[in-house]
């Protein structure tokens, strides 16, 4: 059940930044585990980016590591991933997803996450 809406992708060249967000609806992010994926064409969904539910630990997938941060406010329930220095190869569309039942050792895991954004493009031009 996809719950939240994400926004903030767009066309960027190659070394510019980016901020999707991602709003949940008729629910809230507090006490959720948050996380971001990725799926670029022709290629499965991957994880990328992820905070613990009781938020100071995050987690990230070692081609994003250093260039991207996960953060989440809880008083806008609002997730984002601020992504800088892009490169071609990270083109996808993105995925916000949410769940109150993510351990740690489940947080880079799609089937751990109960809640979906409908994903938002991002495209890197070289």
Request: one cysteine or more.
């Amino acid at each position: 059940l996809s719950s939240a809406a994400g926004v903030g992708g767009g066309l960027v060249q190659a070394g510019g930044s980016l901020t999707p967000s991602c709003a949940a609806s008729g629910r809230t992010f507090s006490r959720d585990a948050v996380a971001w994926f990725r799926q670029a064409p022709g290629m499965d969904r991957e994880f990328v980016a992820a905070m613990h539910r009781m938020g100071g630990y995050t987690y990230y997938s070692d081609s994003v590591k250093g260039r991207f941060t996960i953060s989440k406010n809880n008083a806008k329930n609002t997730v984002f991933l601020q992504m800088n220095n892009l490169r071609p190869e990270d083109t996808a569309a993105y995925y916000c997803a949410a769940g109150p039942s993510v351990i740690s050792s489940t947080l880079t895991s799609q089937a751990a996450y109960a809640y979906w954004g409908q994903g938002t493009l991002v495209t890197v031009s070289s």
